[in-house]
């Protein structure tokens, strides 16, 4: 067969010039289908049948749950308020609805009060039980409107969608818990004392961290592999990934499913997350709430609570699964334990396009190790060159948070930062040639896809699924100019549908701190177009391609440091406290969190100095602004000790804590050097656990009964210590509504919101 000359033959000539343009215009097209196929359907109206779920009726469901829109933190007067429209409306489907009360506490010493509320379908088998779950209490800052009272909204749609079908196999509970904004209380709750429990085999959960978007199929369990083909088989418009699962394990988040997948209970998890800057804030609201992405979430809770509740869930299910959806159309999926087989077929695939290659003297095993290395080199290029970016713009004040008031400009300056130094390496590797870095740069990607099978095989399917493109396109080499054409574009559009997807997710739910991991990424998905590098015709435009990346990219740099970071709509998270130390009377405002410059405003309004460690309690780096406020007549917290012995070198406590101003939530910090052993609040044991590096071990009562609580302990030594006893409030004193109203505009109060301290030093 006719041959190339060796090492210094002429590059392999492609007269298409149109060949990296034209592949990128294919890409652009393909991601601007992704960004269609991952907005949520069209909401159904409340006239839709009434065998399917309508967006219009739960949100019905929904107005009156929010009521008039204040927050309802578990243990306060507003949720009590919300959890009696709960109850109302489960009664008004036809169900018995029971209210189940326990005292539950987590282990970094958070306790509750949670009133749990639960309705059962009866199935054929009572025995077994789907669990549907959402929460419905909120955080102290804002009314929860998405997190999580649309869960509870589509959860009872599915309720009256269910009650008029025949009856399915398995019973169907509904459980609607508390607490969950307070460490996963609610969940813990049920799962200790509920008569369902026992009989639960498979849980769909409802969140939110945003208040639109898809609703992500994001968790399963650790036994997946027997609900990829439930999901598949059920869900009408799928969005969904095994990396998604893989990445939330590592995140320091939980939702109520984590309680029972710990348990060894799978299941699906529910969640959209755009908009996240309304998360926990009073941007949480109906307005705001998206109808669109009510009706996914129902519908998705629908069809998998469907298939759930006729499903075998008596038989064993081992095994995990790597799954994708592909463009919301179809779920594709196989056993994790295939990972290495099918990483491994495309590895000698591509070797052996390598050695028939070399054999042919169309390539030198010199330029596939330069394509390799080119490969590399190009990906490290744009992370080195990605985070010194977003370093500088840091210094400039840009990407100061998550969630801008415009991400347009962060998102395009980073992917045309990637696709410039693409651009431009494709040309600074080209003496590989053509062959030597399609062969290098897939080799690349093969290994890397043995490497994540072994070790995340979450992800092994971004590698896999495109070197088994390339390795079969591989078969056609060396071909003809369009062949070759064709063994590029065509594993480049397998990565576009599988990438392009992950990148946009990933931003929105990582924002813009992880941009440069984002251009990483995205430099990942191009080098699929450096063996384009190697062609004739494309030298030219090239440049000009590169260099009008890297311009447009430089504008939208300018664009960060000169556009507003914050909007009402995208606020800076700025709280305020009053704090009142009930021993020296001394009182504060304190702004509490990340070091950043205060609005002007709220520095003119009260003299706050620099930014110091806000309580003795506080672990080493949280920092506050402080100012003087004028003190209030509140009474202090009250610790009263009960019973103190000691024996054997320990010392057995008990103290009662309550507060006298009717404060909700009330806190005791013991230092770390009085070890505690055990402790028992209110008669529930404390699972304890290292809360490194802070000072102090801290336990907590949300929902403080009237007459207060007991918490009983016991210490690895007798020597006295420093403690201290504080009861929180909502809201400031009327001495701060000046300083509320300095707060501008585009700034909201988060989390827990506003609130008032009075705490006292107790020596024991």
């Given at each position: ?630 003190a209030q007549t509140f009474p202090a917290p009250s610790l009263a000790v009960v019973r103190d012995e000691t024996a054997a070198g320990k010392r057995h406590l008990v103290v009662h804590l309550s507060s006298p101003r009717g404060a909700t939530n009330v806190f005791v910090f013991i230092p770390t050097a009085a070890r505690v052993e055990t402790a028992t609040v209110a008669g529930e044991r404390v699972p304890l656990r290292r809360n490194w590096p802070a000072p102090y071990r801290s336990f907590q009562v949300l929902g403080l009964p009237p007459g207060g609580v007991d918490l009983d302990l016991v210490l690895g030594t007798t020597a006295p210590h420093e403690w201290y006893v504080l009861d929180r409030s909502a809201g400031l004193p009327p001495a701060g509504a000046s300083l509320l109203q300095a707060r501008p505009a585009w700034a909201s109060p988060f989390q827990d919101g506003d609130v008032t301290l009075v705490s006292r030093k107790v020596v024991l």
């Amino acid at each position: 067969m006719a041959t190339e000359s060796g090492s210094t033959r002429e590059l392999t000539r492609i007269s298409a010039g149109w060949a990296l343009p034209g592949t990128l215009i294919l890409l652009l097209l393909l991601l601007v289908l992704t960004l269609l196929r991952l907005a949520p359907p069209s909401p159904k109206a409340a006239s839709a049948p009434q065998g399917e779920f309508s967006a219009g009726r739960a949100r019905s469901i929904l107005a009156n749950l929010a009521g008039d829109g204040a927050p309802h933190p578990v243990g306060s007067p507003a949720q009590m308020r919300t959890r009696q429209r709960v109850a109302a409306e489960i009664r008004r489907l036809g169900y018995t609805v029971r209210e189940e009360q326990d005292f539950v506490c987590m282990d970094l010493g958070n306790c509750t009060s949670v009133r749990n509320l639960i309705a059962e379908l009866p199935g054929r088998d009572p025995s077994t039980v789907v669990l549907l779950v959402a929460h419905y209490d909120s955080v102290g800052a804002g009314p929860g409107v998405s997190d999580d009272l649309a869960g509870v909204a589509a959860a009872l749609e599915v309720a009256r969608i269910l009650k008029a079908e025949p009856q399915a196999r398995h019973s169907i509970v509904f459980l609607l818990d508390e607490g969950e904004e307070g460490g996963l209380l609610g969940a813990r709750g049920f799962l200790e004392s509920s008569p369902e429990a026992g009989r639960v085999k498979a849980i769909v959960n409802l969140e939110a961290r945003g208040t639109s978007g898809p609703s992500l199929m994001f968790e399963t369990g650790r036994t997946n592999a027997w609900l990829v083909p439930l999901f598949a088989g059920s869900v009408p418009h799928p969005c969904t990934s095994s990396i998604f699962s893989m990445l939330y394990e590592y995140l320091p988040n939980d939702t109520d499913f984590s309680v029972f997948k710990r348990r060894g209970l799978s299941g699906f998890n529910f969640a959209y997350i755009a908009n996240p800057a309304h998360y926990h804030t009073p941007l949480d609201n109906l307005a705001n709430s998206s109808p669109a992405s009510l009706q996914h979430q129902g519908e998705n809770a629908l069809a998998t609570v469907r298939a759930l509740a006729n499903a075998d869930l008596e038989s064993p299910h081992r095994g995990r699964a790597v799954f994708f959806d592909l463009l919301s159309l179809w779920v594709f999926g196989w056993p994790a334990s295939w990972g290495l087989f099918l990483a491994g077929v495309p590895l000698l695939l591509v070797v052996g396009t390598a050695v028939r290659l070399v054999r042919w003297a169309l390539v030198t095993g010199g330029e596939i190790a330069r394509g390799f290395l080119a490969w590399w080199a190009v990906v490290l290029l744009v992370a080195v060159a990605g985070f010194a970016l977003s370093f500088l713009l840091r210094l400039a004040g840009g990407l100061s948070t998550p969630c801008p008031a415009h991400s347009l400009p962060g998102q395009a300056a980073f992917w045309l930062l990637a696709v410039g130094v693409v651009i431009l390496a494709a040309g600074w590797f080209r003496r590989a040639g053509f062959f030597g870095l399609w062969i290098g740069g897939w080799l690349a990607w093969t290994l890397l896809g043995l490497v994540t099978a072994l070790l995340l095989p979450g992800a092994s399917y971004l590698f896999i699924v495109p070197a088994w493109a390339a390795g079969l396109a591989g078969l056609f080499l060396p071909g003809g100019e369009r062949a070759r054409i064709a063994t590029v574009a065509m594993p480049a559009l397998a990565v576009g549908a599988l990438w392009f997807p992950l990148l946009i997710l990933f931003y929105v739910g990582m924002g813009d701190p992880m941009l440069w991991l984002v251009g990483t990424l995205l430099a990942i998905m191009l080098t699929v177009l450096l063996p384009f590098g190697a062609t004739a015709g494309e030298g030219g435009r090239r440049p000009l391609a590169a260099a009008g990346a890297l311009v447009a990219a430089l504008g939208f740099v300018i664009a960060i440091v000169v556009l507003p970071v914050y909007s009402p709509d995208s606020p800076r998270r700025l709280n305020f406290t009053f704090h009142q130390d009930a021993g020296t009377g001394e009182a504060r405002w304190l702004v509490v969190g990340p070091p950043q410059p205060l609005p002007p405003t709220v520095q003119r309004e009260a003299s706050f100095g620099q930014p110091v460690p806000p309580f003795p309690w506080s672990a080493p780096l949280i920092r506050a602004y402080a100012a003087p406020a004028p003190a209030q007549t509140f009474p202090a917290p009250s610790l009263a000790v009960v019973r103190d012995e000691t024996a054997a070198g320990k010392r057995h406590l008990v103290v009662h804590l309550s507060s006298p101003r009717g404060a909700t939530n009330v806190f005791v910090f013991i230092p770390t050097a009085a070890r505690v052993e055990t402790a028992t609040v209110a008669g529930e044991r404390v699972p304890l656990r290292r809360n490194w590096p802070a000072p102090y071990r801290s336990f907590q009562v949300l929902g403080l009964p009237p007459g207060g609580v007991d918490l009983d302990l016991v210490l690895g030594t007798t020597a006295p210590h420093e403690w201290y006893v504080l009861d929180r409030s909502a809201g400031l004193p009327p001495a701060g509504a000046s300083l509320l109203q300095a707060r501008p505009a585009w700034a909201s109060p988060f989390q827990d919101g506003d609130v008032t301290l009075v705490s006292r030093k107790v020596v024991l």
